[in-house]
């Protein structure tokens, strides 16, 4: 299967000096794109696009489900929410695009959403209702990343060896 430039890109990033012909195999290469909507006046993301990211979760674990990465499920959902939630909050473009690679030992998750302001990590209070989703995909994730243009975020989760429980 022919990986895309940005697959390639992050497959790259965490093989440097591999060449490209030896890159992870790709087993799967999903994409969803999902229109955004405005926020709220408030500046929230509306209850019909929690509905939107509910619903890529659940495609999400059905196709884990399908390559018996199950185990992989409740991380892959909740780096999926934040990402893709921060896409609909922070995004530029008409839409939000979740990407999944299934690889051979990883599976990376990508969300496009056209800003090119590169998503930071940053405090939270204790009370705050918000600001810490990319601390939950920090501690969850293998690693994640910003393209250089800022408009594709992605993490990876490791895939469990074979035997062995994930985390």
């Not at 990986?3 to 999903?30: K, N, S």
């Not at 892959?76 to 839409?95: D, H, K, M």
């Not at 990319?134 to 990343?145: D, E, K, N, P, R």
Request: hydrophobic share 45%; net charge negative; with cysteine.
């Amino acid at each position: 299967m022919a990986v895309t430039a940005p697959g390639r890109e992050i497959l790259a990033e965490l093989h440097p000096g591999c060449p490209a012909d030896a890159l992870p195999e790709v087993l799967e290469d999903v994409s969803m794109t999902v229109e955004r909507e405005p926020l709220t006046e408030d500046g929230a993301v509306r209850s019909s696009t929690a509905v939107r990211v509910g619903q890529l979760r659940k495609i999400a674990r059905a196709k884990l489900a399908l390559w018996g990465l199950s185990a992989l499920a409740e991380d892959a959902q909740l780096l999926i929410s934040e990402l893709v939630t921060n896409g609909f909050r922070y995004g530029t473009q008409p839409v939000v695009c979740l990407r999944l690679l299934i690889c051979l030992e990883l599976l990376v998750v990508e969300v496009e959403d056209g800003s090119p302001e590169r998503p930071q990590l940053r405090a939270s209070s204790l009370d705050a209702l918000n600001g810490r989703g990319l601390l939950l995909v920090s501690a969850l994730a293998a690693s994640w990343g910003v393209s250089e243009d800022g408009t594709r975020t992605w993490c990876l989760l490791r895939l469990p060896a074979p035997g062995r429980a994930h985390r």
